[in-house]
């Protein structure tokens, strides 16, 4: 059955057909989800409510956009709702979480517990790059958000992204612009990975105590031959991060469960 027929079968109330349509885009639907809720309980539940709001609604899909572009708008405009009263994340997301999990034997125990028995405990570094990247997409502004993670990790066009937003192309084309700006800036003022003054060093740290079986110099050596090839240029190197960040799966890699252990604590240290 053609994609047509199928959609034809679908919009006269065929809900198999439906799903069939839906699969296609249904992981990156979910991983856009996760990256914006940061939970993943809430972006099964509200998985569930898209897929069940895009099938009432599909008599009213008229084919101006692709069907994925009308689902997303549909996920879009959940998510915003869901957030709206959410504040962004503190710039210092990650020394309180350290330090939240450090003064607190429980959440320690629940990071411990995940990195010894969870089925996806496994720490790596380049999981973990992608785990900065939605944590520190948290502390720009949800419009901002949105359209930094359609274009960049799923490759949607200026037009669709408008049309997702309910904006201009002049709009998102400034939302991107500043969130790039944004983003640039927390990882030059956080992160040893990109920068010399960066506080941070997870990457190696983390490394360390969750696989201490990689070899923590290769991984380090791996980051300066990163740092090296884009010549500690800020825009070259964050380009370089959302390359990789676009083929990591946050719902299902490797580190996937030890992740969502630390994403638990960030929560709770923005709601503090």
């Known amino acids: 059955?053609?994609?047509?027929?199928?959609?034809?079968?679908?919009?006269?109330?065929?809900?198999?057909?439906?799903?069939?349509?839906?699969?296609?885009?249904?992981?990156?639907?979910?991983?856009?989800?996760?990256r914006l809720l940061a939970d993943r309980n809430d972006m099964e539940d509200m998985a569930h409510d898209v897929f069940i709001l895009a099938f009432e609604k599909l008599p009213q899909f008229r084919a101006e956009a692709s069907l994925k572009t009308?689902?997303?708008?549909?996920?879009?405009?959940?998510?915003?709702?869901?957030?709206?009263?959410?504040?962004?994340?503190?710039?210092?997301?990650?020394?309180?979480?350290?330090?939240?999990?450090?003064?607190n034997p429980e959440a320690m125990n629940k990071i411990d517990h995940a990195s010894q028995?969870?089925?996806h405990r496994v720490y790596e570094i380049r999981e973990h790059i992608d785990y900065c990247f939605t944590c520190i997409s948290k502390m720009l502004t949800l419009e901002q958000q949105i359209t930094l993670i359609l274009k960049n990790i799923y490759s949607f066009k200026v037009k669709e992204i408008a049309d997702i937003m309910g904006e201009s192309?002049?709009?998102?084309?400034?939302?991107?612009?500043?969130?790039?700006?944004?983003?640039?800036?927390?990882?030059?003022?956080?992160?040893?990975?990109?920068?010399?003054?960066?506080?941070c060093n997870q990457c190696s740290g983390l490394n360390g105590k969750f696989n201490p079986k990689q070899d923590q110099q290769a991984e380090l050596m791996k980051i300066k031959m990163v740092k090296n090839r884009a010549s500690y240029k800020r825009d070259a190197f964050?380009?370089?991060?959302?390359?990789?960040?676009?083929?990591?799966?946050?719902?299902?890699?490797?580190?996937?469960d030890l992740h969502e252990a630390f994403m638990k604590i960030n929560h709770q240290v923005n709601t503090l």
């Open 238 to 256: 964050f380009d370089l991060r959302m390359e990789l960040v676009q083929a990591i799966d946050p719902l299902h890699g490797n580190g996937a």
């Open 169 to 199: 192309q002049g709009v998102v084309k400034h939302l991107l612009h500043d969130a790039r700006k944004t983003m640039i800036s927390i990882f030059d003022d956080t992160c040893a990975f990109v920068s010399q003054k960066g506080i």
């Open 70 to 103: 009308w689902v997303f708008t549909i996920a879009t405009n959940h998510a915003k709702r869901h957030l709206k009263n959410q504040k962004r994340w503190n710039t210092n997301t990650f020394e309180l979480t350290r330090e939240f999990a450090h003064n």
């Open 1 to 34: 059955m053609t994609e047509k027929e199928l959609l034809i079968n679908a919009q006269e109330g065929n809900i198999r057909a439906f799903h069939t349509l839906f699969s296609e885009f249904q992981p990156q639907l979910k991983s856009y989800l996760y």
């Open 117 to 119: 028995y969870s089925p």
